[in-house]
């Protein structure tokens, strides 16, 4: 595997655990520096029930952990590296809704 892309797996893997921690401890009620850092409400949450906003991220989080952990111990993409690669840029445009 290349080695940027290599890089690009475990800079996902982190980023993945950090969420997936940061979710974790908001949905339990826990608020600090550093699970509050970059987060803000939505306002297309008001429209669901709260466990629908609280969990919504969850599954998708566990999925590219074991995914990228996956590829990084294959030492190659395919599908399943695809898979995850494309998740990236419908998060980013996820984060620009209101």
Same mark, same amino acid.
């Given at each position: +595997?290349?080695?940027?892309?290599?890089?690009? *797996?475990? !800079?996902?893997?982190? *980023?993945?655990?950090?969420?997936?921690?940061?979710?974790?401890? !908001?949905?339990?009620?826990?608020?600090?520096?550093?699970?509050?850092?970059?987060?803000?409400?939505?306002? =297309?949450?008001?429209? *669901?029930?709260? =466990?629908?906003?609280? =969990?919504?991220?969850?599954?998708?989080?566990? *999925? !590219?952990?074991?995914?990228?952990?996956?590829?990084?111990?294959?030492?190659?993409?395919? +599908?399943?590296?695809? +898979?995850?690669?494309?998740?990236?840029?419908? =998060?980013?445009?996820?984060?620009?809704?209101?």
């Amino acid at each position: +595997m290349n080695k940027v892309i290599r890089l690009l *797996f475990i !800079t996902i893997l982190i *980023f993945s655990a950090y969420h997936l921690i940061r979710d974790l401890l !908001t949905n339990l009620g826990i608020h600090n520096y550093i699970v509050d850092f970059a987060h803000r409400p939505h306002s =297309w949450c008001g429209k *669901f029930y709260p =466990w629908v906003c609280h =969990w919504i991220t969850v599954p998708s989080e566990i *999925f !590219t952990l074991i995914v990228s952990l996956t590829v990084l111990k294959r030492n190659r993409a395919g +599908m399943l590296g695809v +898979m995850v690669l494309i998740q990236v840029p419908i =998060w980013l445009l996820l984060v620009l809704l209101p």
